[in-house]
């Protein structure tokens, strides 16, 4: 997987009954017909009741520049998705997390951004509170807000294109499931 160190990072590729049926390397297989892989996304909260958004690096290639939750990210192979979230957290953030419970497990979204790029994934969304400072790494954040949770509502409502599509999704999905408005 391609971590802090460099190594090749490889995705699970996903029938669309969503069984794994092999492993790719994520550079070959996000483009412009990426085939069904999976990934997770993570809602940060901290002690207040805020939500973390990050806007993404501008090097990055999907949605460079656009706001959207915590961090997102693939487990590697065999690797247990719960221990990849707090890798990524880890890695992407610097951040600690507590409370990391499974909030929309079925969550799947195809979305192609302004470039053509395609995402395609079977994205388990978890929630988890944050334990420890924020150091984002500036390879993939550009900038980090705490939100209020009704601001955040408001500003998807009347501006979702300046948003992830997964995020505007992912958080409709969470109040309608009334996931946000727990504190993990």
Same mark, same amino acid.
């Given at each position: 997987?391609? /971590?802090? /160190?460099?190594?090749?990072? $490889? ?35 901290? &002690? ?28 590697? #192979? ?27 497990? &079925? ?17 388990? =969304?978890?929630?988890?509170?944050? &334990? ?5 790494? #500036? &390879?993939? =954040?550009?900038?980090? $807000? ?13 501006? #979702? ?7 505007? $999704? ?13 504190? #993990?």
């Amino acid at each position: 997987m391609r /971590t802090m /160190t460099g190594h090749d990072e $490889r995705v699970v590729l996903l029938n669309e009954d969503g069984r794994p049926t092999g492993v790719a390397d994520k550079a070959s297989v996000h483009g412009a017909s990426t085939p069904l892989h999976l990934a997770f996304s993570c809602h940060v909260s901290d &002690d207040a009741g805020r939500i973390l958004l990050t806007r993404r690096a501008l090097s990055k290639r999907t949605w460079p520049g656009v706001w959207t939750n915590a961090f997102c990210g693939h487990p590697a #192979p065999f690797e247990p998705i719960p221990d990849a979230v707090e890798r990524r957290a880890r890695e992407e953030l610097g951040l600690a997390l507590r409370a990391l419970r499974l909030a929309l497990p &079925d969550f799947r979204y195809r979305a192609v951004d302004a470039s053509g790029m395609v995402e395609n994934e079977l994205c388990p =969304v978890y929630l988890a509170v944050a &334990d420890s400072e924020l150091s984002a790494r #500036p &390879d993939e =954040v550009l900038e980090a $807000r705490w939100v209020d949770p009704a601001d955040l509502d408001v500003a998807l409502a009347a501006a #979702p294109w300046a948003f992830s599509p997964w995020l505007v $999704r992912q958080r409709q999905e969470l109040v309608q499931a009334g996931a946000a408005a727990r504190t #993990p």
